[in-house]
């Protein structure tokens, strides 16, 4: 059997080709639908919380935002009493986006569980949950 970084990595490749390929079938590159997708459940967050949660560096974060808001899909706002951060919002067509997004994203999980009992789905969500906190452990050292 293959090791386990090659088998992750892999996984994650062949499912974000199939991801990005339907996203552009809805105009969005690469970076915008998990931005999209952390927007929808946390409308109003700043740049730095974004990127921490999407794993993409701050400033990368930034110029995805900018071609976001040039096309439509976000505003960045103060909130009143905090004039030094901007906070990003969904437009009408952000939400829009966002939607068609997480309808890729599960027919997607749903294609690549196929094989996987519920039971089994569920175990394997909580080992790369225990993966992903001890290399986030590792990471801050």
Do not use: W
């Amino acid at each position: 059997m293959e090791s386990l970084h090659y088998l992750l990595m892999k996984s994650h490749t062949m499912l974000q080709r199939n991801i990005i390929s339907e996203a552009a079938k809805i105009g969005l590159t690469s970076g915008k639908p998990k931005v999209l997708d952390y927007l929808l459940e946390h409308d109003g967050s700043d740049q730095k919380t974004i990127a921490a949660y999407c794993e993409i560096e701050p400033a990368t974060v930034g110029s995805i935002l900018l071609r976001m808001e040039n096309i439509g899909l976000i505003e960045r706002r103060q909130k009143p009493g905090n004039r030094r951060s901007l906070f990003v919002y969904l437009t009408e067509a952000g939400t829009k986006a966002a939607l068609e997004m997480r309808t890729v994203f599960e027919e997607e999980d749903h294609l690549a569980a196929e094989n996987l009992s519920a039971e089994e789905l569920q175990q394997l969500k909580e080992m790369l949950a225990r993966i992903c906190d001890t290399l986030e452990q590792h990471g801050e050292k």
